[in-house]
């Protein structure tokens, strides 16, 4: 009778050693999803952050490019609209975010080329800067959106494994999305024939 | 079945024709092989501590390869910036030099995990392409713009001595990161010293971490008592520490520290340099009285000369990451 009691009182000790050290886990690789999103947000909000900054180097040498450079703070006003949070997010908000800043990508890479055709922008110290700029920041997105794919794929291998998969289901936790495609990917119609 | 074929007409030719076809697919092979994946690439720190260069198809010259060293040297002991130099023949066209270079920043951890401040430079001949990855310390002190201008200069100086020059762009580049990273107000944010990140977590981890310290301070009290080299036993005891030189921002310290054996009155002294951190940390660490700062002060002095003395000079990697700051340029 006393056996029993004791051991029934170590499994349930031990179960509950087990979902504290996994729930807290689950947790912090929850956390650490929602904070390399967090990166990814950063850089995509830097990089709108230099578009006005370079719409007004722009403007300035090549007034005839009207075109480009609407179409760069059109597509940069539409992606400022859409603000996702990944922990509850769908993939199609994720693909639409995606596409958003996707075509800012198009549109500034457009709107870089144009620079062949005005020898004074290309040689001006300012628009020099800002096209480093804007390289570093794109290389900053897409480490973040590695990165942030790296811990959304660990995080839900980590919920689907057995047995914390149970304890997942039991508290809620949810696959997290990741993004499609590859950054060069969006990046490819470019050439225009 | 198409291959079916090509084997029959292999074995159908005769024995010299079979040769030449040899040799040409192994020429094709090796041709194919001289490209190189991150992975090909061995973390100069394995083979040599010493060592910041990575220079696996010899396109840097011995000469070159000593002034990119004492740049890296200087970079660490100036403003403790690990500096990484790395020169490939050729990445292929699968990869762009900049995933070629973050991939090494990242693997090898170029920078420490404290201060972050790792600065990796990469060449790439055949591509023709010289790429600066930062670190997330550093940022600051090498913006993108700035690392672009670094590596406009460092293109021109390839320019002007004949467009092969790799060696000399490098150590343009290096030079002009040195400058920037010796200036008062950058070595100030770059010295600085990070809070520690908390990572700990639970009860668990605060009992397991109390009985670790009480292990380490106990091993250091232990510890604290050297062994006497007269009587091996363990008696040595600390009596002083005097600073004879003050560490200045050009010049490491110097310190003596009198050891005496409790057991035979054997003395020892030690002389160890102190890297110049910043002034509070210098006067902390001054004098010889009896409270607990100053009977652990001076040992963490010794471990920083220790460090230092020991030879790993330019700093040791495996602690550093990039978000993807630098900049990269074609030549």
């Known amino acids: 009778m006393k056996k029993s009691n004791i051991i029934i009182i170590a499994v349930i000790a031990v179960i509950a050693l087990w979902m504290y050290s996994s729930y807290n886990g689950l947790v912090t690789a929850e956390e650490s999803v929602e904070e390399s999103w967090s990166e990814v947000s950063t850089q995509y909000q830097r990089r709108l952050d230099l578009i006005p900054k370079l719409a007004k180097i722009v403007a300035g040498y090549a007034k005839h490019e009207k075109e480009a450079l609407e179409a760069v703070v059109n597509a940069r006003s539409k992606a400022t609209q859409i603000t996702i949070d990944p922990s509850n997010c769908t993939p199609e908000q994720l693909a639409s975010f995606q596409k958003a800043q996707g075509e800012i990508s198009s549109a500034l890479s457009r709107l870089m080329a144009i620079q062949e055709n005005y020898p004074e922008l290309k040689a001006n110290k300012g628009f020099e800067d800002m096209q480093v700029q804007l390289e570093g920041t794109e290389n900053r997105i897409s480490v973040a959106r590695n990165n942030f794919n790296k811990t959304a794929q660990e995080f839900n291998t980590k919920i689907r494994k057995f047995p914390t998969n149970i304890l997942a289901s039991l508290f809620g936790f949810e696959k997290k999305n990741y993004f499609a495609a590859e950054a060069g990917a969006e990046k490819a119609p470019d050439f225009e024939f | ?331």
């Open chain 2, 1 to 331: 079945m198409k291959q079916n074929k090509l084997y029959i007409f292999f074995f159908a030719m005769n024995t010299s024709l079979r040769y030449i076809t040899l040799t040409i697919v192994i020429c094709i092979f090796c041709i194919a092989r001289a490209v190189t994946t991150p992975d090909m690439v061995n973390n100069p720190k394995t083979s040599n501590r010493e060592c910041n260069i990575a220079n696996p198809d010899l396109i840097l010259s011995l000469s070159e390869c000593d002034s990119l060293q004492t740049i890296c040297n200087t970079a660490y002991s100036t403003a403790g910036v690990e500096m990484c130099i790395v020169a490939i023949d050729d990445i292929g066209d699968e990869t762009t030099a900049f995933d070629f270079a973050i991939e090494l920043f990242n693997k090898w951890g170029v920078g420490s995990k404290e201060s972050n401040t790792g600065v990796l430079l990469l060449i790439v001949k055949k591509q023709r392409d010289i790429q600066i990855i930062t670190g997330g310390g550093i940022e600051g002190v090498l913006p993108d713009a700035r690392c672009g201008r670094i590596l406009d200069d460092a293109i021109n100086t390839i320019k002007s001595k004949g467009g092969n020059a790799y060696g000399a762009g490098l150590i343009t580049a290096g030079n002009e990161i040195l400058r920037y990273i010796s200036t008062d107000s950058a070595r100030k944010e770059l010295l600085s010293e990070k809070e520690p990140t908390d990572d700990m977590q639970g009860l668990p981890w605060l009992l397991g971490g109390l009985c670790l310290a009480g292990a380490g301070i106990g091993a250091t009290l232990y510890n604290s008592k050297r062994i006497c080299k007269k009587c091996h036993k363990r008696g040595m005891k600390l009596i002083s520490v005097n600073d004879t030189i003050k560490a200045t921002p050009e010049h490491p310290g110097e310190r003596i520290i009198t050891f005496q054996c409790t057991k035979c009155g054997e003395t020892e002294r030690i002389f160890v340099q102190v890297p110049y951190k910043n002034d509070e940390h210098n006067d902390n660490n001054r004098g010889g009285g009896s409270s607990i700062g100053n009977i652990f002060g001076p040992f963490i002095g010794i471990n920083i000369a220790s460090r230092v003395g020991r030879g790993i000079i330019g700093g040791a990697f495996g602690g550093g990451n990039s978000f993807g700051g630098g900049a990269g340029k074609k030549f």
